[in-house]
């Protein structure tokens, strides 16, 4: 045994390692994860079959469907109304204060279009940071604000050694116009 290793060289022994490794790393991990996949696979099908095989019952104890004009409604109620903008940046700025982003300035436009109920509210904010930091600020402003959209990013790193980066965000904040 020992004559047959010798003979297999360097490379040979690091294949070798490297086959008995995902040998093992295959039993160890990729079999479980498999039976895993397979069983939420069967899950899934099973689900699938049972609402198929439901028939179609209005109201039957679910949330009634919506159509038409009552379906543009609901959306529209979805967005906030268009006095609401200051709470918003509030939000927005203490998002910036709790992930350690800087806000260096802003610029703000409020944008109507013809034939549409909502206003887009654009926000363009240069921002300085860590990478993780200037990505969970956007992370956590768009799972705060429901109704703003990352609308552009531009990085830009003094340097290669660098940690900190100067980030253009553009949002935009999309507000309904009316009383209702």
């Given at each position: 045994?020992?004559?047959?290793?010798?003979?297999?060289?360097?490379?040979?022994?690091?294949?070798?390692?490297?086959?008995?490794?995902?040998?093992?790393?295959?039993?160890?991990?990729?079999?479980?994860?498999?039976?895993?996949?397979?069983?939420?696979?069967?899950?899934a099908e099973a689900i699938q079959q049972r609402l198929k095989a439901?028939?179609?019952q209005e109201n039957n104890g679910r949330t009634p469907k919506i159509?038409?004009?009552?379906?543009?409604?609901?959306?529209?109620?979805?967005?906030?109304?268009?006095?609401?903008?200051?709470?918003?940046?509030?939000?927005?700025?203490?998002?910036?204060?709790?992930?350690?982003?800087?806000?260096?300035?802003?610029?703000?436009?409020?944008?109507?279009?013809?034939?549409?109920?909502?206003?887009?509210?654009?926000?363009?904010?240069?921002?300085?940071?860590?990478?993780?930091?200037v990505r969970g600020f956007i992370a956590d402003t768009l799972r705060?604000?429901?109704?703003?959209?990352?609308?552009?990013?531009?990085?830009?790193?003094?340097?290669?050694?660098?940690?900190?980066?100067?980030?253009?965000?553009?949002?935009?904040?999309?507000?309904?116009?009316?009383?209702?």
């Open positions: 045994m020992r004559w047959q290793t010798e003979r297999l060289g360097a490379a040979g022994k690091t294949g070798l390692g490297l086959f008995v490794f995902s040998a093992v790393f295959f039993v160890v991990a990729v079999l479980p994860q498999q039976a895993e996949s397979k069983a939420l696979m069967m899950r439901e028939p179609a159509q038409g004009d009552q379906a543009l409604q609901a959306f529209y109620a979805f967005f906030p109304k268009i006095d609401s903008s200051p709470f918003w940046i509030k939000e927005l700025v203490q998002v910036a204060a709790q992930r350690g982003v800087e806000i260096t300035g802003t610029e703000y436009r409020m944008v109507h279009e013809r034939d549409v109920k909502l206003v887009r509210y654009e926000m363009v904010l240069p921002v300085r940071g860590k990478y993780a930091q705060t604000v429901p109704a703003m959209a990352l609308a552009d990013v531009a990085l830009k790193r003094q340097d290669a050694e660098s940690e900190l980066l100067d980030a253009n965000l553009k949002f935009n904040l999309y507000l309904r116009e009316g009383k209702k």
